[in-house]
């Protein structure tokens, strides 16, 4: 491995953690334990993102979110960089305070624990639904007939948005969230393509939706909102894919790797089928395990230290919830799925400080209730191939896994 920063000078050849296949192929686990180990604030000087920051251990990652003053997260919440002439397409978790704020609390009444509450049953009867319709002693793909399916019905629901056209979302999504695209000028313009035939369907739904009385979907909130009535078409479109990567990339990608986990750790599984009372815990170490975004980026706004490392104005810090949720100084074993660890609470894979993810309960509802479903029918996830995952630094997800169904 390259040779990772020295203490309060910046090291030409320190690790670069953001090459996909490391993501690709399952094998980023020694490299960030060794960065942990050896230089957990680390300086890459040569990426395809350009030169960065690493944090990979739990308390500087902590650390860099609860100072958003000093750490900004304009103007982008990724590593890659704007290209000149494209459009910016900003959205409110890459803003600070005030603007941040104001838009958040725009879109937060939809993840009240009320709307949790009028939701349930009604995830809880697709989720019913979906389960029943799976072939038994067949092989299929968990990913789209399942994780894929469940998030992006959840996804049309909250949006309002034409049933029978949801996977639109998902196409969208996927777009959306992959920033290797980024490297090719030819994927670049393809995914800008997609990101405004994105805008111009949701464009639509807003002209039908102003004028008319609020109703609970986000596009009427935005309509009735005083800090987002008047956004632009670029900070629109930031928003939506905002919206639509948090709904369904992090709750999608953590039905997979749950399912993966359990298959991996035989004895947990049967923790957990033994003893239902410990689904709400294993959905937060589920969510730890899996971590389905590796890193969210800040900027240094001031000349700073961080861990003995001199950062400077305008740097780029690559925080790798991926790592710190694999800290052994906080999570002990941490590379093991553990069904009934005592803090997987304490996991990062939200965030930390202000800008923690607005629509946590709700992944927690849906994972939670996909596991209860499946315990009150005793069906166990049998993984047949190894799954296919997705070659990114950013999405830390599943493409394809085949499995089977049996009985326990």
Same mark, same amino acid.
């Given at each position: ?77 990724? =590593?890659? +960089?704007?290209?000149? @002439?494209? $459009?910016?397409? /900003?959205?409110? !978790?890459? #803003? ?108 639509? =739904?807003? +002209?039908?939706?102003? @004028?008319? $009385?609020?109703? /609970?979907?986000? !596009?009427? #909130? ?110 002990? +074993? ?7 660890? /005592? ?66």
């Amino acid at each position: 491995m390259a040779t990772l920063a020295q203490p309060a000078e910046k090291t030409a050849k320190a690790f670069d953690a953001t090459r996909p296949e490391l993501y690709r192929d399952d094998i980023w686990q020694e490299p960030f334990r060794k960065m942990r180990a050896n230089a957990p604030v680390a300086y890459c000087e040569d990426s395809p993102f350009g030169p960065y920051w690493s944090v990979a251990a739990y308390k500087p990652i902590v650390h860099v979110e609860a100072l958003p003053e000093i750490f900004s997260s304009e103007p982008s919440i990724t =590593l890659s +960089d704007f290209v000149e @002439g494209e $459009p910016r397409m /900003p959205m409110f !978790i890459a #803003m600070d305070r005030p603007k941040h704020t104001d838009q958040r609390r725009t879109v937060a009444p939809a993840f009240t624990p009320s709307e949790m509450a009028r939701m349930s049953d009604d995830i809880r009867r697709r989720t019913a639904e979906i389960l029943d319709e799976l072939p038994k002693g067949e092989t299929f793909d968990w990913v789209d007939r399942v994780s894929i399916e469940l998030t992006t019905q959840m996804l049309a629901i909250l949006f309002d948005f034409p049933w029978e056209e949801r996977r639109k979302l998902t196409f969208w999504s996927d777009w959306a969230g992959d920033i290797e695209l980024y490297h090719d000028p030819v994927t670049r313009q393809e995914r800008l393509m997609h990101l405004f035939e994105c805008a111009t369907y949701f464009k639509g =739904l807003w +002209d039908q939706r102003v @004028g008319k $009385p609020q109703t /609970p979907d986000l !596009i009427s #909130m935005m309509i009735h909102s005083e800090a987002m009535s008047h956004m632009d078409d670029q900070e629109f479109l930031g928003n939506l894919i905002l919206l639509i990567v948090g709904g369904n990339d992090t709750t999608r990608n953590t039905m997979t790797g749950l399912m993966y986990g359990l298959d991996k750790f035989p004895d947990e599984r049967a923790k957990l089928e033994n003893d239902p009372g410990l689904i709400g815990n294993a959905v937060q170490e589920a969510i730890r395990w899996q971590t389905p975004l590796a890193h969210m980026r800040r900027t240094a706004r001031q000349d700073t230290e961080l861990e003995g490392q001199q950062i400077k104005a305008g740097d780029k810090v690559a925080l790798w919830y991926i790592s710190g949720n694999r800290d052994e100084s906080v999570f002990e +074993d941490a590379d093991k799925l553990i069904v009934d660890r /005592p803090n997987a609470r304490r996991h990062l894979s939200f965030g930390y400080g202000i800008h923690r993810c607005v629509g946590a309960r709700l992944a927690e509802l849906q994972v939670g209730i996909l596991l209860e479903e499946m315990a009150k029918r005793r069906l166990r996830v049998e993984v047949v191939e190894e799954p296919i995952r997705v070659n990114a630094c950013f999405v830390h997800g599943y493409r394809k896994m085949p499995v089977s169904l049996s009985r326990y």
